[in-house]
């Protein structure tokens, strides 16, 4: 047996070192002539590093992560002595070269800042920098800091180059990082808070795009939160009598969530505008609504399965399209179309025991509603007669919603168009 010394490709005329991204082969790993090593990261472009020979890994000189110089050895591979090098054609031997050509020709009139060859890694997480992504940020003037924010798709947690197009395309969602402030201006103290010592839980994914998005939604939006009582002795009383007989009919339980999201439909109809999204200096007035409902899922993280096209359910169709994402949201069952496509949001913190709640606008939507407890209260009923102390169903409701898009007139009047329609239930309604 004889030894190959692998040496890291010329990969550019103008590219002097790469970073290595992923080994796809370990030591003891047989490999064939053509068969993928490496994939390598530049300033300019990643590739993908085929072998020149066929035989076995015998070592790997250099990690994930690494940046080595062009021509630099980077692992050995053990053949049967019969070393065919294939020839690389001077297309080959430059592997992505055309790629990044093509990639630069829209920004050719463009001065680019040249990154520092060398690669970054995040404080206290575990992102990866490669130095083509360094460079793109430089040209946008992306802050490490918003980096560390975009969603990853790479190997390892690194962000890739698609990832990072993609985000630029999408308006930069996540550029809310605060700058540092200039010494002439207000300076945030480095407070040195005393966090305490207890157990350490690490948050899983799911936790940290909430915490992600939930920030993201407060620094997009200014928002603002509207409250009413609504009475609902009427709703729970049909609701109490009604159930048992609703569950015989159609084998589905009828909880108040169908009888809210009905009412919010309809008031939605009555004001098309709160059911709608900010796009630049457009207003855009969905044409569907489509009513999402805050659920929480057994590991205590929140989820917002969809109703389609609310307003045009009647009402086992609500309770049975509820039920069935209820069930679904539990036994995490979810799909992707279940949870896409919600126009407005309801958060029904009366589940907890909450008396009221300011919620967290789901973006891009205008504005999310919440539902307290239904709690039973003395309250002075005005009649004809005279007043009244009467024992009542009461709820309080409370509206955050997008300033930019909804004024308090709109807000108000919306938000008081579903108690009306939540107190004003009919009690000889038929199921």
């Known amino acids: 047996m004889s030894q190959y010394e692998f040496k890291m490709p010329k990969l550019g005329e103008s590219i002097t070192e790469a970073a290595i991204i992923k080994w796809f082969k370990n030591v003891g790993d047989p490999i064939e002539e053509d068969e993928i090593l490496l994939e390598v990261a530049t300033d300019k472009v990643d590739s993908e590093v085929p072998s020149l020979v066929t035989g076995v890994v015998s070592e790997l000189l250099y990690k994930q992560n690494d940046v080595i ?75 490490f800091e918003e980096l560390a924010r975009i969603p990853v798709s790479g190997n390892g947690n690194r962000l890739r180059k698609s990832d990072l197009m993609n985000y630029i395309e999408e308006g930069r969602p996540y550029k809310f990082a605060q700058p540092v402030a200039e010494k002439s201006g207000f300076q945030v103290p480095d407070l040195k808070f005393d966090k305490g010592k207890g157990k350490i839980v690490e948050m899983d994914r799911m936790r940290q795009m909430i915490a992600d998005r939930m920030v993201f939604s407060k620094h997009t939006s200014p928002h603002v939160t509207a409250y009413v009582e609504a009475d609902l002795t009427e709703m729970v009383a049909w609701r109490n009598k009604m159930k048992i007989l ?5 084998q589905e339980r ?65 309770a049975k399209n509820i039920n ?108």
């Open 69 to 143: 110089k062009i021509g630099e050895t980077i692992a050995i591979i053990k053949t049967d002595g019969k070393v065919s090098v294939k020839k690389t054609s001077k297309k080959e031997s430059n592997s992505g070269t055309e790629r990044s050509r093509s990639a630069n020709k829209k920004t050719k009139s463009k001065k680019r800042h040249t990154s520092s060859n060398t690669s970054f890694k995040v404080e206290n997480s575990n992102l990866f920098f490669s130095p083509l992504i360094i460079s793109i940020a430089k040209e946008h003037h992306i802050s």
């Open 254 to 318: 009828l909880t108040f969530t169908p009888l809210f999201i009905e009412a919010v439909a309809k008031a939605i109809v009555d004001f098309p505008m709160i059911n709608s999204s900010l796009d630049g200096n457009n207003i855009i007035v969905k044409e569907g609504i489509n009513i999402g409902m805050a659920a929480a899922l057994p590991s205590g993280n929140l989820i917002v399965p969809v109703v389609k096209n609310a307003d045009k359910k009647n009402l086992y169709e609500l």
């Open 324 to 431: 069935s994402l209820a069930v679904k949201a539990r036994e995490n069952k979810l799909k992707a179309d279940d949870m896409s496509g919600s126009t407005f949001t309801i958060s029904n913190v009366g589940t907890f025991g909450s008396v009221m709640g300011t919620p967290i606008i789901n973006q891009p939507e205008a504005a999310i509603l919440a539902t307290g407890i239904i709690k039973k209260r003395a309250e002075v009923i005005e009649k004809p007669e005279g007043d009244s102390i009467e024992i009542r169903s009461m709820m309080y409701l409370s509206l955050s919603f997008d300033h930019r898009i909804v004024d308090g007139f709109l807000a108000g009047s919306f938000l008081r168009r579903i108690a009306d329609y939540m107190e004003n239930h009919d009690l000889k309604r038929k199921i």
């Open 246 to 250: 609703f569950l015989e009919k159609y």
